[in-house]
């Protein structure tokens, strides 16, 4: 198909895929514990059913965890094969009365439409689907599509689930469609990703509460034991503290402060912290937040010294980092920084590896050239994404030989795991063009090589 064919066949399947996008979003698949897994279960169903529409041989697989849905379709005699990676599963909504509308029920706004998974990444879905509807029985590629069911928690069974479909699934080019472009109308590609690790850190100084007039003074409530002791993970100029972590610089992009305070809400007067860069900070250092705090909450709580605490902390770690070392000197300044004498208890939650993709060679020429066509003329850039998606590391490993293209659907008004999470129309249908574009430069590729 040519160029311009490929342009109009998008753009007859753009209603139809919208359509298809809107369902999906309807169906609240949320694989975190505590959760209705029958929703996962729908929703890798919706997922089958709409990669069967398209001609592919589909098989839902799952490995100790949630659904996957793998869908294949042979190559043309001679033809590379591309893997289409995306997930089904998205964030739980959080807080519903943040969110200007129901979250599970999608809607049209300025251009964006709401909806809890509309960008991360149901959005990715139905992108890979508009590019094979676009060929139809024209395909010029063999596909694979690996629809994971459990992104948003972790991937636990997806190395499992690699492995055991290893040979079926095997490609030439990986397409993982679960990043974002630069900005509305500057498409990009993502070569570094920071990596994570999860834990609590529980703080006990007593093994009761007692009465905070009778004994505060002289007797160390967990609390505030729990508060000075996070407030030994910062300097004061806001870096992070741990020895050992690493942390690197080299990002060529530049954020202005402006756009950095405007995408991220930083109301007037807030200050950023740390130091370098801002793409520095953002990309290539380590960041550690404190997500969450057992305690009593204000409005119940009585006036004693409370026994014991409990905080979640999040590190993402710089690529090059090791998570498992970089959990060890986490713990180690935990208990090292214990203030009086409390005792301190850190429990793993979860890590990932972060990673750095070599964006060069003519598969990553082809995407940027699909790109540039989709964005009439505008070249794409190269991006570090401050977030974690582990299993890319997975993927390296696994298809060592295999181009490896991070691109997305978001932008920086996405929203993505926050309230009113949402998808621009427009931005949408170019990634869905560039997609149907990429297939067909990946098969010109292949051509004139042979």
């Given amino acids: 198909m040519s160029e311009s064919e490929i342009r109009a066949a998008v753009e007859r399947e753009m209603p139809g895929v919208r359509a298809d996008l809107e369902r999906l979003v309807r169906i609240p698949g949320i694989a975190f514990d505590g959760f209705d897994h029958s929703h996962v279960e729908r929703s890798a169903e919706a997922v089958a059913e709409l990669l069967r529409g398209c001609g592919l041989d589909v098989t839902i697989a799952r490995s100790g965890g949630q659904p996957a849905v793998i869908g294949r379709k042979a190559a043309p005699p001679g033809a590379p094969t591309v893997m289409l990676y995306a997930h089904h599963d998205v964030q739980p909504v959080g807080d519903l009365s943040l969110w200007e509308s129901d979250p599970f029920e999608p809607v049209e706004r300025d251009g964006r439409l709401y909806g809890r998974g509309a960008a991360d990444d149901k959005a990715g879905i139905m992108a890979h689907v508009a590019a094979l509807r676009a060929y139809g029985d024209k395909l010029p590629v063999g596909v694979v599509l690996f629809i994971e069911g459990e992104e948003e928690y972790g991937s636990d069974s997806l190395e499992r689930l690699l492995a055991e479909h290893r040979d079926e699934i095997a490609s030439d080019v990986i397409v993982i469609a679960d990043s974002g472009n630069w900005d509305i109308g500057v498409p990009a590609l993502t070569t570094s990703l920071r990596g994570i690790v999860n834990c609590f850190v529980e703080v006990r100084t007593l093994d009761h509460a007692v009465h905070s007039g ?16 996070l407030a030994t993970l ?5 870096d992070v503290a741990v020895e050992g972590l690493v ?9 202005p402060e402006e756009r950095v305070r405007a995408e991220a809400g930083l109301i007037e007067g807030a200050e950023f912290i740390g130091t370098g860069r801002l793409t520095d900070r953002l990309w290539t250092k380590p960041a550690l937040s404190v997500l969450g705090i ?7 709580a ?8 409990k905080a979640k902390l999040s590190v993402r770690l710089a690529p090059g980092d090791d998570p498992k070392r970089a959990y060890a000197a986490l713990r180690a300044h935990l208990e090292k920084h214990a203030p009086w004498g409390a005792r301190v208890t850190v429990t793993f939650e979860h890590d990932g590896e972060p990673c750095v993709i070599d964006a060069s060679g003519p598969m990553f020429d082809a995407a940027r050239s699909a790109f540039r066509t989709a964005w009439d003329g505008t070249d794409p850039v190269d991006i570090g994404v401050g977030g974690s998606i ?11 030989q295999a181009a490896i293209l991070v691109t997305g659907v978001e932008d920086p008004h996405a929203r993505a795991h926050g ?14 063009l ?3 574009l990429l297939l067909g430069k990946v098969a010109e590729v292949a051509r004139s090589r042979s």
Avoid: K, W
Wanted: charged content about 15%; glycine content about 10%; some cysteine.
């Fill in 434 to 436: 560039a997609e149907a």
């Fill in 247 to 255: 942390g690197r610089e080299g990002a060529t992009v530049d954020y």
């Fill in 390 to 400: 582990p299993f890319i590391a997975t993927f390296q490993q696994m298809f060592p």
């Fill in 214 to 229: 009778m004994f505060g003074g002289a007797v160390p409530d967990a609390l505030t034991t729990l508060v000075r002791l």
């Fill in 294 to 300: 057992d305690a009593p909450p204000t409005g119940e």
């Fill in 234 to 238: 910062h300097t004061d100029a806001g």
């Fill in 302 to 309: 009585p006036n004693a010294l409370v026994p014991a605490a």
């Fill in 419 to 432: 309230p009113n999470e949402s998808l621009h129309l427009g931005e949408f249908a170019r990634v869905c």
